[in-house]
T-cell receptor, first 117, second 115 residues
């Protein structure tokens, strides 16, 4: 069974600085999706960034980028120029793409990010 | 993107009663899911709501306790039956459709407190 592990329950960063959130996963599959979701205090889950496992290039969305290391099964999220609005709980998630219509999202434990002004 | 709304947004219920949570998506979706989340913790999948057939439940969740309906491609309900304080949690509806990298969207959640 696939598992997702976020080993940092809490992280903090100074506004305008850069922070990296860690995520590792375990799977025997070669084709899958990885995601980072953000959940602010409002509870609304927001997709931050996605990565298809077959793509070697790391995904980037504005200030958010990932470091995808397939062999190491690592998928970290880097937030550059951190803003107060980035404060939230961040979840790493895995989904198999073999059955992309029925595959379930498997979530990590989450990392609470605090942004200090 | 898809916009998901849930009703109610929060409720306080008495032990032994039942609550039905509604989930409405603004467009047709392939799949709908129900999650439970304790504040500050991760999401646990309760079941996949199947249109026109019985829901598929995850280990530890049963239909008698969490009956689910999905009458069409945009609407689903989750009922929490015979509630106890242990059912106090946030319940999230989620949906996914084909295309758009199969992105999965989430509703704002329903905060349930059982006294």
């Amino acid at each position: 069974a696939q598992t997702v592990t976020q080993s940092q329950p809490e992280m903090s960063v100074q506004e305008a600085e850069t922070v990296t959130l860690s995520c590792t996963y375990d799977t025997s599959e070669s084709d899958y999706y990885l995601f980072w979701y953000k959940q602010p205090p409002s509870r609304q889950m927001i997709l931050v960034i996605r990565q298809e496992a077959y793509k070697q290039q790391n995904a980037t969305e504005n200030r958010f980028s990932v470091n995808f290391q397939k062999a190491a099964k690592s998928f970290s999220l880097k937030i550059s120029d951190s803003q107060l609005g980035d404060a939230a709980m961040y979840f790493c998630a895995y989904r198999t793409s073999r059955s992309s219509n029925t595959g379930k999202l498997i979530f990590g434990q989450g990392t609470t990010l605090q942004v200090k002004p | 993107s898809a916009v998901i709304s849930q009703k109610p947004s929060r409720d306080i219920c008495q032990r032994g009663t039942s609550l039905t949570i509604q989930c409405q998506v603004d467009s047709q979706v392939t799949m709908m899911f129900w999650y439970r989340q304790q504040p500050g913790q991760s999401l646990t999948l309760i079941a996949t709501a199947n249109q026109g057939s019985e829901a598929t439940y995850e280990s530890g969740f049963v239909i008698d306790k969490f009956p689910i309906s999905r009458p069409n491609l945009t609407f689903s309900t989750l009922t929490v039956s015979n509630m106890s304080p242990e059912d106090s949690s946030i319940y999230l509806c989620s949906a996914r459709r084909q295309g758009f990298y199969n992105e999965q969207f989430f509703g704002p959640g329903t905060r349930l407190t059982v006294l």
